[in-house]
């Protein structure tokens, strides 16, 4: 997803900087899509901290330690030990 939306800086110096010379629109665009990019990241790293939150609170009442994660290899990211990193 992320690298789609890097692509798009294709798209706004083809059709979107049409303004010369100050590119009012151009720029705009670009701010917004940063700053959505901003927003959309602050947000991951929110929610992956909460999931990693309830997956560690689980594992401390299941009894559940490191030493047991060839038990859950196979279970990916479902997997009670896997977490979440930015």
Same mark, same amino acid.
């Given at each position: 997803? #992320? ?6 800086? #294709? ?10 010379? &100050? ?12 700053? %959505?990019?901003? #927003? %959309? ?8 901290? &909460? ?31 896997? &977490?979440?990193?930015?």
């Amino acid at each position: 997803m #992320v690298i789609g939306l890097a692509n798009l800086g #294709v798209v706004c110096s083809s059709f979107i900087y049409i303004d010369p010379p &100050r590119f009012h629109v151009g720029h705009g665009t670009i701010m917004g899509w940063l700053s %959505l990019t901003i #927003v %959309l990241s602050i947000f991951a790293m929110w929610d992956y901290n &909460r999931i990693n939150k309830q997956k560690e609170a689980s594992c401390a009442k299941e009894g559940i330690t490191s030493d047991l994660k060839d038990n859950f290899s196979d279970m990916g990211d479902d997997s009670p030990l896997f &977490r979440y990193t930015i």
